[in-house]
């Protein structure tokens, strides 16, 4: 039996690295909903259910990834303004949003998108979110059933940028 004061921050990322990344894909697309209702949940059924939900609609999305290609864009922090990187990237994505040029890229985007240029347009192209194994999510929802406080680390873990 695992104990939290085992499991810290940085186990918690290593273990559960495929459910955080299905959650930071949600995170990222502007679906909060997920990780709201983990900080907030009160019991590890809430938790379970969830999770479940969120792997379901990764999965989905997953099942059908479309290709990409164009000009990565890289902020420029001397001119203050993104800018199209000279070589073509080709990218596979599962969602992804239209911006104007020079319109700002929201913060979230960056959690697990790639923001592309293609002819005029700008976008934001999510990559599949990592589905996690069957052993990852039995750990998971175990250790959860232990200590709700893990579920509450992911969610944590999921809303930031990854290293």
């Known amino acids: ?3 939290l004061a085992v499991l810290d921050a940085e186990n918690v990322k290593k273990r559960y690295e495929n459910i955080i990344d299905v959650l930071r894909y ?3 697309t502007g679906r909060f909903s997920y990780t709201d209702r ?3 949940a009160m019991s590890p059924d809430v938790v379970e259910e969830t999770v479940r939900e969120a792997v379901r609609v990764a999965l989905s999305a997953s099942s059908s990834p479309k290709v990409i290609q164009g000009n990565l864009l890289e902020y420029n922090k001397e001119k203050k303004s993104w800018e199209p990187k000279p070589e073509k990237t080709t990218l ?3 969602e992804d949003e239209h911006l104007k040029p020079g319109d ?3 913060a979230r985007a960056r959690l697990h998108g790639k923001i592309i240029q293609v002819d005029n347009d700008w976008r934001i192209v999510y990559t599949p979110p990592r589905i996690p194994s069957e052993n990852e999510l ?5 250790a959860v059933r232990r200590d709700l406080r893990v579920a509450k680390l992911v969610a944590s ?3 930031t940028y990854p290293s």
């Open 104 to 106: 700002p890229i929201p």
């Open 26 to 28: 949600h995170v990222a």
């Open 38 to 40: 983990i900080m907030s």
């Open 138 to 142: 039995a750990e998971f929802i175990d």
């Open 157 to 159: 873990l999921a809303m």
């Open 1 to 3: 039996m695992m104990t």
């Open 92 to 94: 596979e994505y599962v």
